[in-house]
């Protein structure tokens, strides 16, 4: 268990330790529940982090990638 203190406008910092373990950075987004009188922070993972470290439920090659990402770009070079 680790104490933090509150500091201005009630702000809480994590400890490193904990961030790191969690993979909490300058920018992450939190969901913050209060539960019987706690307060529940749990890190809600970006598209990124899902990719990374999510459960995967299919399968692109990096070919595949390509092609979609060539695609897009033609799209958005019409449109300017």
Partial sequence: M???RVGK????????VVADLLGI?????????VKDGKIILTPL????????RGSKVGRVSLR???VVSIEEQKKYLREA
């Fill in 64 to 66: 595949d990638l390509e």
């Fill in 2 to 4: 680790l104490g933090v």
């Fill in 25 to 33: 950075d300058e920018g992450s987004r939190l969901i913050l529940e």
């Fill in 9 to 16: 406008k009630r702000t809480i910092v994590i400890p490193k």
């Fill in 45 to 52: 993972p970006d598209a990124i982090t899902l990719s990374i």
